[in-house]
């Protein structure tokens, strides 16, 4: 197999971001060479320390050497204040849009290991796949004088394309015919395999234009030939909460418009259990930043405890995207087997370990 060198960018950012993301690059640094993989690393600022430091939240050279340079790249998190400060806006959702990063894709999965419970008896093992450049995330809003002369009214903007609906559900087809063929290819099959399945969540019965566009639109795209055989199916988004918090175990894929897209998933997250475990992959037509769903965790940075397991399973979701799953299996096996033994866990899953020592396993595992 001839050798394929990858560059990656480091975007550490702020708090545990700076204790994670090393992890993430020892974790690439140690699979296996019998895949003949190679990696590059720059390290890149961006976030609210460098924010303070320098006037600038996301330097030019960051999204330029991202654009030019880099295959991928690893997003640790950032801190906000908690009041507004001039000048400041959040660095990645503005990396998002500079770099047409138009998927936000977080898979969501129950590991049964003897540290800690999950809050669901089911085993969960889905991707919630969010459309991330419009819907009410335009923030096109105004307020104005309620013309009945009492207080004022205000109004935002549901802006719905059917080229980001089509390309939304399109890579959501593509991530689910993906996971069935890792599924097939595992070493050690999956006892709750399951068939490919996309399930398209709206509220068209309401809104039957901006969610019905989003509806027939990804209809249209998820019947495109090769997507013959997978289970395609709809489900209105209230009482899609309802069923994912009943029987998490049925889905495979969901794919869903930004607001709904963000609350499906965080509501995902609290039912595999730590913020620690949750990954998630920003994808578009060019590079992927893996980025863990946690933030800088202030409570704990230092202490040298933070999970480093979200990042590492954002590794793989980046491996993923960049067409080697071979190597992102070797990562998500290595995860289960440290979580499932449940020796080196850190102390948010109710063990003692450090986050090197979590590291240590998970590589010893690969
Ligand atoms: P957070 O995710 O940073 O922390 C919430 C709780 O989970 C804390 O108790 C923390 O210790 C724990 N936690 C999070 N990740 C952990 C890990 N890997 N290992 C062990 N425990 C972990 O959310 P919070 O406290 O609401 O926000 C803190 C800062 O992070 C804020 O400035 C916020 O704006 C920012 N933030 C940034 C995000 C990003 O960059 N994508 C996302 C969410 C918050
Ligand atoms: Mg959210």
């Not at 204790?19 to 590059?40: D, H, K, Q, T, Y």
């Not at 015919?177 to 890792?182: F, G, K, N, P, S």
């Not at 609350?263 to 590079?287: F, K, M, Q, R, T």
């Not at 893996?290 to 800088?296: F, T, V």
Request: glycine share 10%.
């Amino acid at each position: 197999m001839a050798a394929r060198t990858l560059r990656i960018g480091l975007i550490p950012g702020d708090g545990i971001g700076r204790e994670v993301i090393p992890a993430g690059r020892r974790v690439l640094e140690s699979l296996p060479s019998s895949l003949g993989l190679n990696f590059s690393f720059v390290d890149l600022d961006a976030g609210y320390e460098h924010f303070k430091a320098s006037g600038t939240a996301l330097p030019d050279k960051t999204v330029e050497t991202l654009k030019k340079e880099c295959d991928g790249a690893l997003f640790g998190a950032v801190s906000s204040p908690s009041t507004k400060v001039a000048g400041y806006t959040s660095p990645i959702v503005a990396l998002r849009k500079k770099l047409g990063l138009f998927a936000n894709v977080r898979p969501c999965k129950t590991t049964a290991s003897p540290a800690f419970k999950s809050p669901t008896p089911h085993p969960i093992d889905l991707v919630i796949v969010r459309e991330n450049t419009e819907d009410l995330y335009v923030k096109e809003e105004k307020t104005y004088p309620d013309p009945s002369g009492e207080g004022q009214i205000a109004e935002a903007i549901k802006r719905i394309s059917s080229k980001a609906s089509w390309r939304i559900a399109n890579i959501a087809g593509e991530i689910a015919a993906r996971r069935q063929q890792m599924r097939v290819g595992s070493p050690v099959p999956d006892a709750h395999a399951k068939e490919a399945m996309v399930t398209i969540t709206h509220k068209s019965n309401v809104l039957s234009q901006t969610d019905g566009l989003f509806r027939s639109t990804a209809r249209e795209a998820l019947a495109q030939p090769q997507f013959n055989g997978m289970k395609i199916e709809e489900q209105i988004v209230d009482s899609m909460v309802y069923k994912l918090f009943l029987q998490p175990q049925y889905y495979d894929v969901i794919v869903a418009p930004n607001l709904y897209g963000d609350l499906l998933s965080d509501g995902a997250a609290a039912l595999v259990g730590s913020l620690g475990l949750v990954p998630s992959a920003n994808v578009g037509e060019g590079i992927v930043i893996g980025e863990p769903c946690h933030g800088s965790a202030p409570d704990i940075e230092g202490k040298g405890i933070a999970n480093p397991i979200a990042t590492i399973r954002s590794v793989g979701v980046m491996l993923e995207f960049l067409n080697l799953p071979e190597a992102a299996n070797i990562i998500y096996k290595a995860v289960d087997e440290n979580l499932g033994e449940g020796r080196f866990v850190s102390p948010d899953l109710g063990g003692k370990a450090s986050t090197e020592e979590v590291l240590q396993d998970v590589i010893k595992r690969m």
